[in-house]
T-cell receptor, first 108, second 115 residues
Framework: RKEVEQDPGPFNVPEGATVAFNCTYSNSASQSFFWYRQDCRKEPKLLMS???SGNEDGRFTAQLNRASQYISLLIRDSKLSDSATYLCVVTVSGKLIFGTGTRLQVFP | EAGVTQFPSHSVIEKGQTVTLRCDPI?????LYWYRRVMGKEIKFLLH????????ESGMPNNRFLAERTGGTYSTLKVQPAELEDSGVYFC?????????????FGEGSRLTVL
């Protein structure tokens, strides 16, 4: 079983749509939680950290449920530029543990 | 400010040959990490340097892989001899933070193809 599980997608959505990604992690000792974004053949870049209280950054909202070991990312009013792979990441013992990523394609 | 730079961007070698990948972290970042993505799989941790010292090398696949960080600046990752299953994208990342890991800044990766 993978340490971080994500639906690989792809999610094909029209501009303006709201899309949600989910992620589960297996290690209850996971300490920190992030969403990274990776464009095709580019490096991963931090999108946002995820906190139990939930946090929002513009059109992006992230949520963590430690009891269920579940992380989510909501993107509202999708833009063409949101097309990318979204990586769910947790830290265990100082190491980043990545999910395989969920691919999002936003079409006009 | 320059980001994390990696060289080469792509390397094609034959099984049994040697390849050395180089990473230049962001200036002033003490933490340097190597990660690898094999096709179809998730990005996986290889090792972590703090300055010139190996903090954690638990992700190194086997003794064909050797990482060094001379003087706590740039790092090299040598694969010798390369095998087919070593093909993938090798990412280097750096960070400034001590203690709890925060944001890592990744290079664009070195794509290795072993034929």
């Amino acid at each position: 079983r993978k340490e971080v599980e994500q639906d690989p997608g792809p999610f094909n959505v029209p501009e303006g749509a709201t899309v949600a990604f989910n992620c589960t992690y297996s290690n209850s000792a996971s300490q920190s939680f992030f969403w990274y974004r990776q464009d095709c053949r580019k490096e991963p870049k931090l999108l946002m950290s995820v906190y139990s209280s939930g946090n929002e950054d513009g059109r992006f909202t992230a949520q963590l449920n430690r009891a269920s070991q579940y992380i989510s990312l909501l993107i509202r009013d999708s833009k063409l530029s949101d097309s990318a792979t979204y990586l769910c990441v947790v830290t265990v013992s100082g190491k980043l543990i990545f999910g395989t990523g969920t691919r999002l394609q936003v079409f006009p | 400010e320059a980001g994390v730079t990696q060289f080469p961007s792509h390397s094609v070698i034959e099984k049994g040959q040697t390849v050395t990948l180089r990473c230049d972290p962001i200036s002033g970042h003490d933490n340097l990490y190597w990660y690898r993505r094999v096709m179809g799989k998730e990005i996986k941790f290889l090792l972590h340097f703090v300055k010139e010292s190996k903090q954690d090398e638990s992700g190194m696949p086997n003794n064909r892989f050797l990482a060094e960080r001379t003087g706590g600046t740039y790092s090299t990752l040598k694969v010798q001899p390369a095998e087919l299953e070593d093909s993938g994208v090798y990412f280097c990342a750096s960070s400034q933070e001590q203690g709890e890991i925060g944001e890592l800044f990744f290079g664009e990766g070195s794509r290795l193809t072993v034929l």
